[in-house]
């Protein structure tokens, strides 16, 4: 016996990705329901080898579904969430919503697995944000050989972090380039992001920060260690699907750069790819429809005592959202459903 499991938001970026993800890790799925808002509705989507037809979520009844992957935005998951929730379909949520909430783990399942039995005080689960989520996947191995006391981490993010909207927007700004007599005005972006970088991602907070960096240093403490300082600059660039991050640890104790090699290969999510020659790094358009979270540039930071600096990158979609939700379905199925 599987599961029943709702796809809320089927039709955008990560919902697809979620469908994507379930029939490649062959989730055991008994009966799949896939849900847009109405704007949408009759819309097809794919899963596996099945052809989906997408249902209007403001009608959907949630009862004697066992989860719900919810991709709709924090609006949308503040009206639909509790009713999926009260109707005890456990909810999983990629939105900002839910994450600071105390009863609400906020799970990564190579950091925090033991935080799924958390679920039950609102039967929602929340997944962090994607610039945090491959951080943190490097992160919680070496802070658990050596402890980590701060990390400036410097982020590359990709439109795709945005929405199917942005993903058009970098497009059509694209090919306006090359054919002037049409020009795109920035619309999901403050400036034009073809051939640019925009170092402002979500609000701007009081202290002069963006929100998109807060959430970097409020998730990372969730997830691995209140005593960790995070200090972030968040930034949007011309790439489609890919996160990238500069990241610089600065430890209690000294981590050798050798070592951090080694015990990042071997740990779980991570795949380390670090030539020391031309190419010998992953780039964003190589993490695209992978599973893993790579690093590269592994060095010593000299200018401190205990200080390592390594470059991280992942396909946003995936580690950042999709494949993080479905792990956690997996986890929930594994450790309290127990079904399949
Ligand atoms: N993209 C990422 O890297 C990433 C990473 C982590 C978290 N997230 C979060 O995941 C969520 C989805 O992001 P996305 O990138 O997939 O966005 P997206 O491509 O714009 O897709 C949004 C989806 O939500 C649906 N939707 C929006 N409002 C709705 C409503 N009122 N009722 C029903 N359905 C509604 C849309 O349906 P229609 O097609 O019918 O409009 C669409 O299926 C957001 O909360 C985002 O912050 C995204």
Excluded at 16 to 28: K, S, V
Excluded at 165 to 171: G, K, Q, R, T
């Amino acid at each position: 016996m599987g599961y029943r499991i709702v796809v809320v938001g089927a039709t955008g970026n990560v919902g697809r990705e979620m469908l994507n993800i379930l029939a490649e890790r062959q989730f055991p799925v008994d009966e799949l329901a896939v849900l847009a808002s109405r704007r949408s509705l009759g819309t097809e989507v794919t899963f596996g080898e099945k052809t989906l037809t997408t249902k209007d979520l403001d009608t959907f009844d949630f009862t004697g579904w066992d989860m719900a992957l919810f991709a709709v935005g924090s609006e949308a998951t503040k009206k639909y969430a509790p009713k999926a929730a009260a109707a005890g379909c456990v909810v999983i949520d990629n939105s900002s919503l839910y994450r600071y909430d105390p009863d609400v783990p906020l799970i990564v399942p190579e950091c925090n697995p033991q935080d799924v039995h958390g679920y039950a005080k609102k039967n929602i689960i929340a997944n962090p944000n994607c610039s945090t989520a491959q951080m943190v996947v490097a992160l919680k191995p070496l802070h658990d050989r050596a402890k980590i006391k701060r990390v400036v981490v410097s982020t590359y993010q990709s439109v795709s972090g945005s929405g199917k909207e942005a993903m058009e927007e970098l497009w059509e700004q694209t090919k306006a380039v090359y054919n002037p007599t049409s020009e795109v005005p920035a619309k999901v972006y403050p400036k034009e992001i073809a051939f640019n970088v925009i170092p402002h991602i979500d609000v701007f907070m009081e202290d002069g920060s963006t929100k998109e960096e807060w959430k970097m240093v409020a998730e990372t403490k969730k997830i691995i260690d209140p005593s960790i300082k995070v200090t972030a600059t968040c930034v949007r660039v011309p790439v489609f699907v890919g996160h990238s991050e500069s990241v610089n640890i600065e430890f209690e104790e000294f981590l050798d750069e050798d070592e951090a090699r080694d015990i990042l290969r071997e740990s779980p999510g991570i795949m380390v790819i670090d030539k020391r020659e031309d190419g010998g790094y992953v780039t964003p358009k190589e993490c695209v429809g992978d599973f893993a979270t790579f690093i590269s540039r592994i060095r010593q930071d000299s200018t401190i005592d205990n200080g390592i600096n390594l470059w991280c990158v992942s396909d946003n979609l995936r580690k950042g959202a999709a494949l993080n939700a479905v792990q956690i379905a997996e986890l929930l199925g594994r450790e309290v459903l127990k079904k399949g």
